[in-house]
């Protein structure tokens, strides 16, 4: 399995932007879909996932209300829809999924995809 993140890029606060992850070697109907992301000298930290139905979703704090986790399985892709970005958001977004359908525990995810820089201006 691997996933392929795209859609990063260089906003200013207020902005939107939209991730994608799409999945290769797998299906993702069979997959919990997160995202993750990590800013300079701090640690990876979870942002959203979803189940593998997309039907149950789970935010970190930071992001809820702003930032929306979605899945199209037919494309075999993930979405990570964010609004209002803040300084605070610049990081390296990672995507990943997880074996376990209905797994939203940030330790349940196995594939990662090689991460997308967002960089909000203030």
């Known amino acids: 399995v691997q996933l392929q993140a795209s859609g990063g890029g260089l906003v200013q606060a207020g902005d939107s932007l939209r991730l994608s992850c799409t999945l290769s070697?797998?299906?993702?109907?069979?997959?919990?879909a997160g995202w993750f992301r990590q800013a300079p000298g701090k640690e990876r930290e979870f942002v959203a996932a979803?189940?593998?139905?997309?039907?149950?979703?789970s935010y970190a704090d930071s992001v809820k209300g702003r930032f929306t986790v979605s899945k199209d399985n037919d494309k075999n892709t993930h979405y990570l829809q964010m609004t209002s970005l803040e300084p605070e958001d610049t990081a390296v977004y990672y995507c990943?999924?997880?074996?376990?359908?209905?797994?939203?525990?940030?330790?349940?995810?196995?594939?990662w995809g090689q991460g997308t820089q967002v960089t909000v201006s203030s």
């Open positions: 990943a999924a997880s074996s376990h359908p209905y797994g939203l525990g940030p330790h349940q995810f196995d594939y």
């Open positions: 979803t189940i593998w139905s997309g039907t149950r979703k």
């Open positions: 070697g797998g299906t993702l109907s069979s997959y919990a």
